[in-house]
DNA sequence: TATGAATGAGTATTCATTCAT
DNA sequence: AATGAATGAATACTCATTCAT
């Protein structure tokens, strides 16, 4: 339908002007009305699609968590191997992050402020559970070490959030041989 | 002398408000003007302290910077075997992170957002070498991954930030056996 | 156009307000609070029709100006004899100067002040032309005294200033029969 | 003595600095700070020996008007011949506005502003009688064309201040040769 | 006499949001 | 659905003035 998709259009726009201008400024430099200018509307038009700014931060955090957390399962199942399965599942995630500059980096900025409710922020982080029940699975099988999943997580997938924020402010470049050897520093620190 | 504790006493009193600020509400609701009542000052009186909001923020993120900097050397010296001066570190991290929650939940949210400028950022990193001149001496005696020190950090240090902002959020908590766990993560992660 | 009428109100009602206070209290008594609540507007919305308060003074001064030049060459064509066109020149900015006492008085204190940026003061020049011109011609045909276009014009024209001052002050007020006095005394000075 | 001098001494400077900065930027942007700073003094100072900024301003208002007004009639006597005692009096005021441009300049301002008040005004004017006698002097002698001292005034005396203002500007430089052709202008204009 | 610290009241400007069209 | 105009409330910052010392 043109209609609906001129609407899909319009919200879009928005979110992704918004993904832009705080990931460029920050959140106290992204006001509605550069939002809308960017996005090609008027500052009024925000509100047909979102109720207010918090809305509009909540729902483009939720949709670029959702494609995060989508892009991180591609070509998983659940029945493989641990160790082949969480290699796929950090190959990804070190592919989202190091190469979706743009999504990471907001992703990185709202979890370390408080400008996002805590329940919007729980509702993120709901899609990582195939990830949990692998590392579940793992350590009935005597191959990850009995850590909590939240230590595990801090070992195995967090470190990537810091060498992409090395990697967007020119600090650093991962070729491929680097990463192999990442890979084997983050299989190092949960594997028993 | 009195008058130069009275001074040093309103400027950090105004340093202190501005950190638990922008911890509970963000940089962006951090407005001077509750800044200086939180400090029981006139906003005006800020003023005579710092030159603007910028210098502010700079100021505490250097000062917070600093004392975290000194937490994490003390007790260590250069020659010290590679893994017992790590350990040192490392522990001193874990505690200042897990424990001076306000100031490591500061300095996470000033690293991951465009609100310190990046002049300043570089300068509050320059105590951190003696860490870096450690590792450059574990890979030389074959103890540790010859890997980079974004890498080395990203995997020894940088977990820890999520642990902190986890137990800040109450989601979850770290006694000390888990702790020495998390700590053999992290010598798993590095180590040859 | 309602729309466009509307719109020109708005911004003329705002030039009107400042031109009144300007005159009354001066540039540092002008506050855009009190522009806008003598404009019948909220102080948000002269930034709609300016970009600043520089911005909004330096708009008023070159129109007030364009005004004033408009108003001096009424009348006049350049094929008048010398005297003539002179004489109607004179008048008419002695008409200005002492019936337009508002735009007068502001545009003399313009003039006085560093508060107009000397690039849009130079602007607010150029429709001087004709006068300079003419006075050119004079000094050709051996009416005009061969001086300098600023010394013609202090004796000429800036006269006028002062007196209008005076009016303006209750100090003095100019008859038909003295301002023909007046205008024999500016053309005895320039006059060969 | 010593004590007196002193005082003296840090009021002048007050009034020097006050002098310096309103004629560089303005009244606008001359605040008690910036002239105690340049007289090299504390802000809290300068209510020693100044009721507030208005008084202030006055009394170097009131000032230089003084200096001025006293140096115009250097070297003139009450029974000098009409066109000689006016022709000395022309020449120290066209000196004065040629050659203390600083003080020249702030008066030219001050005239042109709501910011001195109306009754110190007046005060500054009264030392200026002697001119206004020695015209109606030459009115009953029939050199001088009966016209108001506000018209003569503005014609024998005025156009100096819009010449030392395009002097200021680097606009225009008036040498002895044209100094005594703009003498010849305010004769005729007045002469009868 | 002199001051540095302090501030209440103000200043220009911004911004999220509303509303008539 | 879409918007341009409008604004109340806020924001960072300034300044003339005071006061304890």
């Known amino acids: 339908m043109i209609k609906k998709e001129k609407i899909t259009d319009k919200k879009s726009a928005l979110l992704s002007a918004t993904l832009t201008l705080v990931n460029d400024h920050g959140f106290h430099d992204a006001p509605m009305s550069k939002i809308a200018k960017l996005a090609g509307v008027a500052p009024a038009t925000i509100y047909l699609y979102f109720e207010n700014k918090q809305n509009l931060i909540n ?17 998983y199942h ?61 350590k009935e099988e005597g191959i990850i070490k009995p850590l909590s999943i939240f ?34 520093a983050a299989w190092d620190a949960i594997k028993l």
């Not at 990537?160 to 990442?182: G, I, P």
């Open 59 to 75: 729902t483009l955090y939720l949709e670029v968590k959702a494609s995060f957390n989508k892009f991180a399962f591609n070509g």
């Open 151 to 184: 230590v595990l997580y801090s070992y195995a997938i967090y470190p990537l959030s810091f060498l992409m924020a090395m990697q967007d402010r020119n600090l650093y470049t991962l070729d491929k041989k680097v990463l192999d050897e990442t890979f084997r």
């Open 78 to 138: 659940e029945d493989m191997p641990v160790k082949k399965g969480f290699e796929i599942i950090w190959y990804n995630v070190a592919d989202y992050k190091l190469n979706q500059i743009k999504e990471a980096s907001f992703l990185s900025q709202c979890d370390n402020t408080p400008m996002i409710d805590e329940e919007i922020r729980k509702e993120g982080l709901k899609h990582l559970q195939p990830l949990l029940d692998l590392w579940e699975k793992g």
